[in-house]
């Protein structure tokens, strides 16, 4: 049987840990992720209100610096007791170019005198899907993953805000789940999950 070249397809994210989750997940398609990094494509300004508003913006930015089809993750953590904070901002929200670090060592901060019983807080995400920078059509997937914010961090899988996300059905943070178990619960990996369907007709066949 003669198969059909896999098709490019580029990932709008500078952000390694998603890159990882996001690699793993779609290796089940017939498509070559290339990282944004393979191009010389100028920053995008995050200015939308909305995680899929940027999601759709990162995705039309890098189709149109690559020329490739393109898919984007517009991610973060929203705290109750915090008013939703640091939602769509959370990769900036000890400043712009904060390090995870700094952003966790923030959170801890403004979660302390909050007591356990309000602590209630969900990942949001938001995946896009572009055939093209012009797709008047784009893939649209969103997932939430509900837990609690905890005062101390621990573990030390995952990437930014892991080691104080508590799940609740796990009995521990996810920075202490293993990558492949996160995958399967996670915001992200509920939104990869109904974009593999949706790629499904256009990509079929596992490698
Ligand atoms: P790109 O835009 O280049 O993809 P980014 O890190 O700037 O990278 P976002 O604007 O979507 O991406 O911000 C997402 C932030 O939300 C991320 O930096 C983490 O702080 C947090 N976040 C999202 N998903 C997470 C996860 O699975 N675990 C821990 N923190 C997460």
């Given at each position: 049987m003669i198969m059909a070249p896999a098709q490019s397809v580029v990932l709008a994210s500078s952000n390694a840990g998603k890159a990882r989750e996001i690699g793993a997940v779609l290796s089940h398609l017939c498509i070559d992720i290339v990282p944004q990094s393979h191009f010389d494509i100028p920053e995008t300004e995050e200015t939308g209100l909305t995680f899929e508003e940027n999601a759709l913006a990162k995705a039309r930015h890098a189709a149109m610096y690559s020329g490739l089809p393109a898919i984007a993750d517009d991610s973060g953590l929203e705290v109750d007791a915090l008013g939703g904070a640091p939602g769509i901002y959370s990769a900036r929200?000890?400043?712009?170019?904060?390090t995870d670090q700094q952003n966790l060592d923030k959170l801890v901060r403004e979660i302390a005198p909050v007591p356990d019983t309000e602590r209630t807080a969900r990942f949001r995400c938001a995946m896009v899907y572009l055939a093209y920078a012009q797709d008047p059509s784009p893939i649209v997937c969103h997932g939430i993953w509900e837990g609690r914010i905890v005062s101390e961090p621990k573990g030390v899988n995952g990437f930014g805000y892991d080691p104080v996300f508590f799940v609740p059905t796990h009995g521990c943070t996810s920075a202490e789940l293993p990558p492949e178990v996160k995958n399967q619960l996670s915001h992200r990996g509920q939104a990869l999950k109904k974009l593999l369907q949706a790629l499904d007709m256009r990509y079929r066949t596992e490698r």
């Open positions: 929200y000890a400043g712009k170019g904060a």
